[in-house]
C-alpha cells in the first residue's frame, strides 16, 4: 500500500531552471530531427507586412499571400513562385541565415523600411499616426496599423497590417521627395516641420498630381528617407515603364461640375453624370456645357446599351428604386424624359445590359429577381422577355456570351437567358478557398468577366475570371479552376474594369493594374479616394488635396473611347477670358525629366546627403 502511494503521489514542482533546461533540450532535439528534412510549405494568410526569405520582396496582398514551413523552430516564408527556385540548402530545416537575392537595379528585393508618421484623418491639425514606410520592387507602399474599429480591417488592433494604404510607382518620372516649410503645412508645430518631409508624384502630361506627407522621428532620420527614396526613384524611373497606353487623364474639377457624382458614362463626346440633385449631361463640343437631363433625382447606376443608342438610368431612394429607359438621340438634346419600365422596377439596383444571339437584352435586379427586358430600335417601349430567382440578393449582375451571371452571397452563377437553368461557376471541392470560406469572412464577390478564347483554339473551353474583393480565381463553365495561379490586390478592392490584356483592381487610393497574360502586376497609379463611376470607359471621381477631380483611364489602343476635352470652356468664352482649360496642381508642378533630376538632387542636398 505504501509502494501504490507514492507512484500515485504528486510529483514536486520543477525549478524555473529545470524547466528552462527542458525547454533547451525540446528544441536542441527538434532541430536535430529537423536538420536534413526537407521544408513542410503550405499556403498561408499573413496579417501582418512579410519578406520573402529567398528574394526580400513583400508578399503582397491580404490573403494566401506565399507559403510558410510548418515544421517547428523553421520561419521560413517565401513567395510561390520562389518556392520553385530554392537550392537545396534552402529547401532544409532549418534555413540558413544567407542573405535574400535582391536586384535592386532591376527593381527587384526591398530597398528600405522603417516606421514613420501620417496626418491623421482631417489633416495635420488632427495629429499624426504612425504607419510602416517600406521601398520595395521599385514601389513605396504606406501599411497601416489596425485600429481594431472598422470591420474590414483586417488584423489584431496595434499590429501593421498587410493591406497597403498608398502605393507609389517609382518608376514615374516625377516622383520627388522633399523637405517642408511652415508654408506647406501651416497647421504643423514648429517643432514637428524639421521632421516632416513630402513625396509628390503624379502631374505628368495630363494626369492629375498628389502629394503625400510623413514625419520621421528626428532631423536626420528624415535627411535618411529624403535621401533614399530619391536615389531609388532616379534608379526605378530609368527602369522600363509597363502599360504606357493606360494613363489617367484629368477631365475637370469640383469648380466646372460642383455636384458628386454617383456615376458616369460617355457617348460619343457626350458625358452623363449621375448625381444626387439627377441627371446631366456635359457636352464637350460646346465649351463643355451642362444641362439636366429628365426629371430624376437620387441617380445610382447608368448603363449605356451596346450601340449606344439607348440608356438606362436607375433612381429614386434606395429601396425604391425606379427605372427609365432614355433615346441616346433625344436625351442628349433634352427632348426625351424617358420611358418607365413600370412597377414592377420598382426597388431595381442593379442595371446591365449586353448582346444575347440576336437580342438586346437589358436586365434589372430587384429583391432576389433579376428581371429581363427585350429592347428594339423601332419600339419606345422595351419588352419583357423572363426573371431569373437568386438565392439571396443579387450583388453585381451581367451578361457574358449567352447567359447572365450573377453575384451573390460570397458566389457567382450563370444562368441561361432560354431556359433559365443555373450554373454555380465556383465548385466547392475544386477552388480552394472555397471550401474554407469561413476562414475569409470579408470576402465578397464584385465582377465576373468572360475572357476571350485564343484565336488559333477554337476546342478551347469558355474561361471566366472571377474577382472578389481579396482576390481573383479562373475557371471553366463548370466552375472548375483552370488556372493554378490567383491574382492578390495588394489592399481591399472595391471595383474593377478589364482592358484585355489588362485587369484594373480599384483600391481605395490607388488602381493596381495586373497582366492577365502573365499574371503579374505591372504599375500601381496612385489616385487619392479613387471611386470608379463608368466600368465601361474607366471615369472615375478622386480627391487632390481638398479638391474633387473626375479624370479617366485613357486606352491608346482604343481611340473611340478618347474624350476630346475643349481648350476653352464656356465660362471663359463667356466672361472673355483668354486662358485654356484650368489645371488643378499641387505646390509643386511638372517636370521635364532633366528638371526633375536637379530637382531630387537639390532636395537630397538639403536633406544632409
Known amino acids: ?9 504528486p510529483s514536486p514542482p520543477l525549478s524555473p531552471r529545470t524547466q528552462s533546461r527542458i525547454r533547451a533540450n525540446s528544441r536542441a532535439a527538434s532541430a536535430q530531427v529537423m536538420s536534413g528534412c526537407e521544408h513542410d510549405l503550405v499556403l498561408d494568410t499573413f496579417l501582418q507586412p512579410t519578406k520573402c526569405r529567398f528574394c526580400s520582396s513583400l508578399m503582397r496582398g491580404t490573403m494566401r499571400q506565399g507559403y510558410r514551413c510548418t515544421h517547428e523552430g523553421c520561419n521560413y516564408y517565401c513567395h510561390i513562385t520562389c518556392a520553385l527556385l530554392l537550392s537545396s540548402s534552402h529547401r532544409r530545416c532549418p534555413a540558413p541565415d544567407a542573405k535574400p537575392r535582391r536586384h535592386l537595379e532591376r527593381g527587384q528585393g526591398m530597398a528600405f523600411e522603417g516606421l514613420v508618421c501620417i496626418p491623421r484623418a482631417g489633416g495635420v491639425r488632427k495629429g499624426w499616426e504612425q504607419v510602416w514606410l517600406a521601398v520595395c520592387d521599385a514601389y513605396l507602399s504606406i501599411h497601416e496599423r489596425c485600429d481594431g474599429k472598422k470591420k474590414e480591417r483586417r488584423g489584431e488592433p496595434g499590429q501593421i497590417m498587410s ?10 518620372s516625377n516622383v520627388l521627395a522633399a523637405a517642408v516649410t511652415s508654408a506647406d503645412v501651416i497647421h504643423a508645430s514648429e517643432q514637428d516641420i524639421p521632421n516632416i518631409f513630402k513625396i509628390s508624384y503624379g502631374g ?7 502629394e503625400v506627407l510623413l514625419k520621421a522621428d528626428s532631423p536626420e532620420d528624415q535627411a535618411t528617407w529624403i535621401a533614399a527614396i530619391n536615389t531609388v526613384s532616379e534608379g526605378a524611373s530609368k527602369l522600363p515603364r509597363t502599360v504606357p497606353e493606360l494613363s489617367p487623364v484629368q477631365l475637370f474639377d469640383a469648380s466646372r461640375f460642383s455636384k458628386r457624382a454617383t456615376c458616369a458614362e460617355k457617348i460619343n463626346n457626350y458625358l452623363l453624370l449621375g448625381t444626387a440633385q439627377g441627371l446631366f449631361v456635359m457636352d464637350f463640343r460646346t465649351g463643355g456645357r451642362c444641362t439636366e437631363v429628365g426629371d430624376v433625382k437620387k441617380v445610382c447606376e447608368i448603363s449605356v446599351l451596346p450601340g449606344q443608342q439607348y440608356f438606362a438610368v436607375s433612381y429614386g431612394k434606395p429601396g425604391q428604386q425606379l427605372v427609365r429607359l432614355f433615346s441616346a438621340h433625344n436625351a442628349l438634346r433634352g427632348a426625351d424624359d424617358g420611358t418607365k419600365l413600370g412597377e414592377k422596377t420598382r426597388g431595381g439596383h442593379l442595371l446591365a445590359s449586353g448582346l444575347v444571339g440576336d437580342s438586346l437584352l437589358l436586365g434589372v435586379a430587384v429583391k432576389k429577381k433579376v428581371l429581363l427586358f427585350t429592347v428594339e430600335l423601332l419600339k419606345s417601349t422595351p419588352t419583357f422577355y423572363g426573371e431569373v430567382t ?38 466547392t471541392t475544386e477552388v480552394p478557398f472555397i471550401r474554407r470560406l469561413d476562414l475569409y469572412p470579408h470576402l465578397q464577390p464584385v465582377r465576373c468577366f468572360p475572357l476571350p478564347r485564343a484565336q488559333d483554339d477554337e476546342t478551347a473551353l469558355e474561361e471566366y475570371m472571377l474577382c472578389f474583393t481579396d482576390v481573383a480565381v479562373f475557371v471553366n463553365r463548370m466552375g472548375l479552376q483552370c488556372r493554378e495561379s490567383e491574382l492578390k490586390w495588394a489592399a481591399p478592392a472595391t471595383d474593377f474594369a478589364l482592358r484585355y490584356p489588362y485587369l484594373l483592381a480599384f483600391c481605395e487610393h490607388f488602381v493596381e493594374i495586373f497582366n492577365l497574360d502573365s499574371g503579374a502586376v505591372e504599375r500601381f497609379v496612385a489616385l487619392e479616394g479613387v471611386t470608379l463611376l463608368s466600368r465601361r470607359v474607366g471615369i472615375v471621381s478622386l480627391l487632390s488635396g481638398d479638391l474633387l477631380l473626375y479624370a479617366y483611364l485613357r486606352d491608346e489602343r482604343d481611340p473611340a473611347q478618347h474624350f476630346i476635352l475643349p481648350t476653352r470652356w464656356e465660362e471663359e468664352e463667356r466672361a472673355g477670358e483668354p486662358n485654356l482649360l484650368r489645371r488643378f496642381t499641387m505646390s509643386i508642378g511638372r517636370r521635364s525629366s532633366a528638371a526633375h533630376s536637379a530637382a531630387a538632387a537639390a532636395a537630397t542636398a538639403a536633406a544632409g546627403g
Open 204 to 210: 505628368d502630361d495630363e494626369s492629375p498630381q498628389g
Open 390 to 427: 437568386t438565392p439571396s440578393p443579387a450583388l453585381a449582375i451581367g451578361f457574358t456570351h449567352d447567359a447572365l451571371w450573377a453575384a451573390y452571397d460570397r458566389t457567382f452563377t450563370l444562368y441561361d437567358t432560354t431556359s433559365f437553368r443555373p450554373y454555380t461557376l465556383l465548385s
Open 1 to 9: 500500500d505504501k509502494d501504490k502511494d507514492k507512484d500515485t503521489a
Open 163 to 172: 493591406a497597403a494604404r498608398i502605393i507609389v510607382d517609382l518608376r514615374e
